[in-house]
């Protein structure tokens, strides 16, 4: 029972019906959540120098505000302000990633070594929800391929796997009640991993990542649903079969692998056309969504030959 209401919560927010609904049956199990003790948000966060990037877009970004209070991350709650609300107590230092599977140089980093300080650019990035939401965000990382090719693949490495941290003592989202198979997985193809739009983010607005955006490094696939976007990372492995990924092991008719921003396919409840910009108030009229979320410059060509419908 408990396990189905994660994948009922996920609702277009043009089903505001649905939402509410689905809302009420989530509290109904998540009594022990809301009994938790509330841990304000850690103060300061350090300031990060970054170059600008020839990648980022000039549009208007979404409020720190809005960026740092309207969030998905399951680990926290289903609730859009449960992350701000319980990641204070997230403990993101030390952290440390293992880099595993097929590769040549495995092993277990600490963060500060995957990221020099001195590699660092500024992704200003659209950002789309499988929701039908959108932000602007300005991220700051590195590209993914410079860490996979200091990893050194293998000749066979096809995928590349990503999981969360599990630490319920921190994450009241990973106890409790039903919800997602944690880790979080996610996955990319080697070739979308490599590609220089695929970022790994340490910070946004020029500062660390405020734990709820997934600190210390979270991954950022601009022309992606958000949810391949996997936050708070603690292992990345190289491999030769499609990697499991959360949402698609939670509902496999509604979640693809791919998951490329698209708004000829409609999820089978809702329409992907149109987008609603968060921050942009309530009379603002809604965006038409753009095919791989405007980058199809960019990655169109990943995808020759194959039949978007079907690889959804
Ligand atoms: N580990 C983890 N990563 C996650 C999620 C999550 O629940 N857990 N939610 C995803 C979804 S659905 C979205 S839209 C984005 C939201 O990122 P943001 O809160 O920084 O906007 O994070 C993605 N990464
Ligand atoms: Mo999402």
Not at 39 to 63: C, F, H, I, M, W
Not at 182 to 191: F, N, Q, S
Request: proline letters at 7%.
């Amino acid at each position: 029972m408990l396990i189905r209401q994660a994948e009922k919560i996920r609702s277009s927010e043009i089903t505001p019906r649905d939402v509410y609904l689905n809302r009420r049956k989530l509290l109904a199990g998540t009594a022990g959540l809301i009994g938790a003790s509330l841990v304000p948000s850690t103060g300061l966060a350090a300031r990060l120098d970054a170059v600008p990037s020839r990648y980022s877009t000039n549009e208007k970004q979404t409020s720190f505000n809005d960026i740092t209070s309207y969030n998905n991350f399951y680990e926290f709650g289903f609730d859009k302000s449960d992350p701000k609300r319980y990641a204070g107590r997230l403990t993101t230092s030390p952290w440390s990633v293992v880099i595993d599977g097929m590769v040549n140089r495995p092993g277990t980093y600490g963060v500060e070594d995957l990221i020099s300080p001195s590699q660092l650019e500024e992704r200003v990035y659209r950002f789309r929800c499988v929701e039908a939401w959108s932000m602007v965000v300005p991220w700051i990382g590195i590209p993914l391929g410079d860490v996979i090719k200091r990893a050194d693949p293998t000749g066979g490495a096809k995928y590349v796997a990503f999981e969360t941290l599990v630490r319920p003592e921190e994450m009241p989202g990973q106890k409790g009640f039903g919800g997602l198979d944690w880790p979080y997985r996610e996955g990319l193809r080697l070739d979308e991993a490599m590609h220089p739009l695929t970022i790994l983010a340490n910070g946004l607005y020029g500062n660390e990542l405020p734990n709820q955006n997934g600190a210390p490094l979270r991954l950022v696939v601009p022309w992606k649903y958000g949810f391949k976007s996997i936050k708070s990372i603690v292992r990345i492995s190289l491999t030769d079969k499609q990697p499991q990924t959360t949402w698609n092991m939670q509902a496999p008719r509604e979640y693809g692998f791919y998951s490329n921003v698209n708004p000829q396919v409609d999820h089978p409840r809702w329409s992907q056309a149109s987008e609603r910009t968060v921050g942009g108030g309530v009379f603002a009229k809604r965006k038409e969504t753009l095919m791989f979320n405007g980058y199809a410059d960019e990655v169109a060509g990943l995808y020759a030959g194959m039949d978007l419908a079907k690889n959804y």
